[in-house]
């Protein structure tokens, strides 16, 4: 090989090199946003949405996300589902598979599957594989094994977000009234300790009660009798005093017409004295 010859083989490869560290590094710098968003995991994800929907209880989103977590591994499963078709090309009824490869199939019973190395749909009849692929050209057999679980999905979380929600305001509804009922029977209690209060109290002290409205009573009777008495007293005073004012009249009345009786015999007796001298 020549100078010239070796210089363009180290020229081509250099070239390349170069080729392939651009393509690398144009890669990685395409990929890594993409990886960043996908370290986002589905239980973060969920646990997102639960928050934007103002459900913040570490043990009630644990759950909903374990639930939501199981019900999609389950939806998943519908991803490998087959529309059951169970005849080859030719219209024949497929057997089961049975032990057919140590039983590999057995659960399939007589479908029409792809085998482990096979491209197209296969059943068994006679223990040898027959095509049955013919049925699934036209994709409208396949398109009816595909489910959209995405939506599934979707709808089952907003479904029971909505209930949820619904739940938390009948649940705060419901422990409102509770509270209210509590409150009111608090305050009954309250009364009803009160009266049974007032009437122990009653009750352990009626005979002191008692006494003291005998003595309370006997002291009105004195009372009463001593205002009695001094009514008595006064209408006697009066009485007697009228009497006494009577008899101050006929004193008064005797004595004025005494000391006119006097005084008539006093003007006859010095009349008479002048007379007689």
């Known amino acids: 090989?020549?100078?010239?010859?070796?210089?363009?083989?180290?020229?081509?490869?250099?070239?390349?090199?170069?080729?392939?560290?651009?393509?690398?590094?144009?890669?990685?710098?395409?990929?890594?946003?993409?990886?960043?968003?996908?370290?986002?995991?589905q239980e973060q994800k969920l646990d997102n949405e639960l928050e934007t929907n103002d459900?913040?209880?570490?043990?009630?989103?644990?759950?909903?996300?374990?639930?939501?977590?199981?019900?999609?591994?389950?939806?998943?499963?519908?991803?490998?589902?087959?529309?059951?078709?169970?005849?080859?090309?030719n219209g024949n009824d497929c057997d089961n598979w049975n032990e057919y490869d140590n039983g590999k199939?057995?659960?399939?019973?007589?479908?029409?599957?792809?085998?482990?190395s096979s491209t197209i749909r296969q059943c068994l009849i006679n223990n040898r594989l027959t095509s049955c692929s013919r049925y699934y050209k036209d994709g409208r057999v396949e398109g009816l094994s595909k489910i959209n679980t995405n939506d599934i999905m979707d709808n089952m979380i907003n479904n029971t977000?909505?209930?949820?929600?619904?739940?938390?305001?009948?649940?705060?509804?419901k422990t409102n009234d509770i509270d209210s009922i509590l409150n009111e029977l608090i305050s009954q209690r309250n009364l009803e300790n009160?009266?049974?209060?007032?009437?122990?109290?009653?009750?352990?002290?009626?005979?002191?009660?008692?006494?003291?409205?005998e003595k309370t009573n006997?002291?009105?009777?004195?009372?009463?009798?001593?205002?009695?008495?001094?009514?008595i007293q006064f209408q006697d005073f009066?009485?007697?005093?009228?009497?006494?004012?009577?008899?101050?009249?006929n004193y008064y009345y005797y004595t004025k017409w005494l000391i006119i009786f006097l005084i008539i015999v006093g003007l006859f007796n010095f009349m008479f004295s002048n007379i007689l001298e």
């Open 1 to 41: 090989m020549t100078s010239t010859s070796t210089q363009i083989v180290l020229y081509i490869s250099f070239i390349s090199c170069i080729i392939l560290i651009s393509y690398y590094y144009k890669n990685n710098n395409h990929n890594e946003p993409f990886n960043t968003e996908t370290k986002l995991s």
């Open 55 to 89: 459900i913040n209880d570490i043990e009630t989103k644990t759950k909903m996300i374990n639930y939501f977590i199981e019900f999609q591994t389950m939806l998943k499963k519908a991803d490998d589902m087959d529309a059951p078709i169970s005849i080859n090309n």
């Open 105 to 116: 199939y057995n659960d399939k019973k007589n479908n029409c599957i792809k085998p482990e």
């Open 161 to 173: 977000i909505i209930d949820l929600k619904e739940k938390q305001i009948e649940l705060t509804n």
């Open 194 to 213: 009160q009266q049974l209060f007032f009437v122990d109290y009653n009750t352990n002290n009626l005979e002191d009660k008692k006494t003291l409205y």
């Open 218 to 231: 006997k002291e009105f009777e004195r009372t009463e009798n001593d205002v009695n008495i001094n009514k």
């Open 238 to 249: 009066l009485v007697k005093k009228e009497i006494i004012g009577k008899q101050i009249d």
